[in-house]
């Protein structure tokens, strides 16, 4: 029972050819050689993962430790360098000198992929090939769910949300030679402006434009450019969702719409947008309405995973199996093995939770920010279409000394406040040859310096209290330095003016003397 529920995952989805005959009879070879060794444990396994294991979506309620690593052992087993009695005379054969390094990866040392595909399956390590065919429909089934219904393909690519996009872009060359350009409205994040460089495209970089509070995506800007460029040297449209206040997420239906009428690929930027039902639901309608090629999302910031991992998804599997093409070589199968780990011990119901709790975050979090502004005479910057980041004034800081700004920031860091951001005006940084002004506010002159604090998933209500007193506290330090260097330039002015006065006052008493003498003489 638990072998065919194996062989499920691991059947051709064609009628198979004799080469497709002869991989088939090897998975089935290879799997029976690892169940062997846990037959007994397998009806305890399979009642509890059937579900998972054979429809592929989220179990509702989460695993037990016990009952996940039984299934990873399974697993497991199923790798050749877990048989007894395996004899391995290749060059890479899952050997590893460490029992501890063993244990932290339970085993699974093959990694995913095959040399030409990363969702490819191999031979000898079935257990890890299942592990990642599993994950991959888990993380499928997690994207439905959080609000993009209609996308049909997705796989997790051992690297971060950078490199992740730079895979996309390289998948594009193929398909579009001419192209030389990609459209990005501007956000000041490094790593996504070096995946377009690491890819070997020039980045066009579209200035936001301010309505409100908001840094919003300039429409005319982008199309007047692909007209400009001409759509065929143009590789893509690259947009983005989750960022940091005052910029919003673009405005993905717009965009998606230009890229449809003009021919031209759209890669979006979702780097912390699953945990946000707003971001995916601009997803959602983009593919609708216009086109979007691929999104990619990072597991660290939406799964609370180690950072090394993120999710290339689509609208069309053809298209994120070149994708998957494209990486050169095995990869490392922690991320794969971390995520699932985390959404079977989880369940789709520990994640709904997880998602509502941080929205009640986010409304906390906006209402004690903007108490504390208010506070000191600062406000809440007026951000509605960012559902994650908030952003509060410092001009009264800025006023007075740019460096107080930053200061600030460094006292929250020092006081353990991390992943809070100061934002000084007139910031300048050069990245891989570009240089961008007012960097960290995402336009050239925002109107006011200001601090950023974001609601992500996981937070819980005592972060953002402590947060609160900890920023009300520093806010304090700063305003009494503030204070006393004031108090000390008024006296200093005082004592330079006593001072002249007194010189004044002995140099007209020595040319008195001075008359005296020589009126005595």
């Given at each position: ?12 989805a ?32 399979v009642?509890r ?15 037990d ?18 048989f ?9 054969e899952?050997?590893v ?8 990866h ?8 095959r ?24 993380v ?17 690519v ?10 996309c872009?390289?998948?594009?060359r193929?398909r579009?030679?001419k192209a030389k350009?990609?459209?990005?409205p501007?956000?000041?994040q ?19 434009i301010?309505?409100?509070?908001e840094?919003?995506t ?8 692909v ?8 590789l893509?449209?690259?947009?983005t ?8 997420p ?14 031209i ?10 945990q946000?039902?707003?971001c ?13 090629d691929?999104f ?21 599997d ?10 050169p ?5 922690s ?42 005479n600062?406000r ?7 559902p ?10 800025d006023k ?10 460094s006292m929250?860091?020092?006081?353990q ?13 050069t990245?891989s040859?570009?240089?961008f ?7 050239n002159?925002?109107?006011c310096a ?6 992500a998933?996981g937070?819980k209500?005592?972060?953002?209290d ?7 506290k520093c ?16 006296v200093?002015?005082?004592?330079k ?17 001075l008359?005296?003498?020589?009126d005595?003489?």
């Amino acid at each position: 029972m638990g072998r065919a529920n194996f062989l499920y995952w691991l059947k051709p989805a064609k009628r198979p050819t004799p080469l497709r005959r002869r991989k088939c009879f090897v998975f089935r070879h290879t799997i029976r050689s690892g169940s062997r060794m846990c037959e007994s444990e397998t009806e305890v396994f399979v009642p509890r993962s059937s579900r998972t294991v054979q429809e592929g979506k989220c179990p509702e309620d989460g695993w037990d430790e016990s009952t996940l690593e039984l299934f990873l052992h399974e697993l497991a087993v199923m790798d050749s360098n877990n048989f007894l009695g395996n004899c391995g005379v290749g060059e890479r054969e899952g050997r590893v000198a460490s029992a501890l390094v063993a244990r932290r990866h339970y085993r699974f040392i093959h990694g995913i992929g095959r040399s030409g595909d990363i969702s490819a399956v191999q031979p000898k390590a079935a257990g890890s090939s299942l592990l990642n065919k599993i994950t991959n429909s888990l993380v499928l089934d997690i994207i439905k769910l959080a609000g993009v219904h209609t996308v049909t393909s997705c796989f997790v690519v051992p690297m971060a949300t950078g490199m992740s996009l730079t895979l996309c872009f390289l998948t594009l060359r193929h398909r579009r030679p001419k192209a030389k350009y990609i459209i990005w409205p501007r956000i000041d994040q490094k790593s996504c402006f070096k995946s377009m460089i690491t890819a070997g495209f020039e980045p066009v970089v579209i200035e936001n434009i301010l309505e409100g509070d908001e840094l919003r995506t300039d429409l005319k800007a982008v199309e007047a450019k692909v007209q400009e460029l001409g759509p065929d040297h143009v590789l893509c449209v690259h947009s983005t969702t989750s960022c940091f206040a005052p910029r919003v997420p673009d405005r993905l239906e717009e965009l998606a719409v230009i890229c449809a009428n003009y021919g031209i690929p759209h890669i979006v930027n979702n780097a912390y947008g699953v945990q946000s039902s707003k971001c995916m639901h601009l997803i959602q309608q983009g593919a609708r309405v216009g086109r979007i090629d691929a999104f990619v999302q990072s597991l660290d910031k939406n799964f609370m995973v180690p950072v090394g991992g993120a999710i290339i998804a689509g609208f069309n599997d053809s298209f994120i199996q070149e994708i998957s093409k494209m990486y050169p070589g095995r990869a490392s199968a922690s991320p794969s093995l971390d995520v699932l780990i985390t959404l079977l011990s989880l369940g789709s119901n520990g994640y709904k939770k997880l998602l509502k709790e941080r929205k009640e975050m986010f409304s906390y979090l906006s209402n004690q920010l903007k108490k504390l502004s208010e506070a000191y005479n600062e406000r809440l910057l007026h951000t509605p279409h960012n559902p994650i980041s908030l952003a509060m004034t410092l001009r009264t800081l800025d006023k007075h000394c740019s460096r107080a700004v930053t200061q600030l920031g460094s006292m929250l860091f020092t006081r353990q406040v991390s992943g809070a951001r100061v934002v000084p005006l007139g910031s300048m940084q050069t990245v891989s040859g570009y240089t961008f002004r007012g960097f960290m506010s995402h336009t050239n002159n925002y109107p006011c310096a200001y601090l950023n604090a974001a609601s992500a998933i996981g937070m819980k209500t005592q972060d953002v209290d402590l947060f609160i007193k900890r920023l009300d506290k520093c806010l304090k330090t700063v305003k009494k330095e503030q204070n006393k260097k004031s108090d000390i330039s008024g006296v200093d002015n005082n004592d330079k003016t006593e001072d002249v006065d007194i010189e004044e006052m002995a140099l007209k008493l020595d040319n008195v003397c001075l008359d005296t003498c020589q009126d005595s003489s």
